[in-house]
């Protein structure tokens, strides 16, 4: 069971890289990993998706916040602008 946990969330990692599966999926992928890591009865198949699955998922996110604190500055300059 947890091999299978451990592939929908590395699917839900690679998919979070599609803009309409963003943040939430990611998350997602990033949550059901490590639920599959902490299944007693892993097989080492599943460990490796798994934390392929939290990597994907964290690479997503850090990604994201990357190019968010990188336009920061003209977001809040068009933010002025519409006020």
Known sequence: MST????AALTMGV???IHFFGVEKAAMAVAFGVLALKDPSITDRGRKLAKAAVLTGLAYL???AGVVLYHLPGLNALAARLR
């Open 4 to 7: 299978k946990l451990a592939l």
């Open 62 to 64: 850090l990604v994201l």
């Open 15 to 17: 998919f979070s890289f």
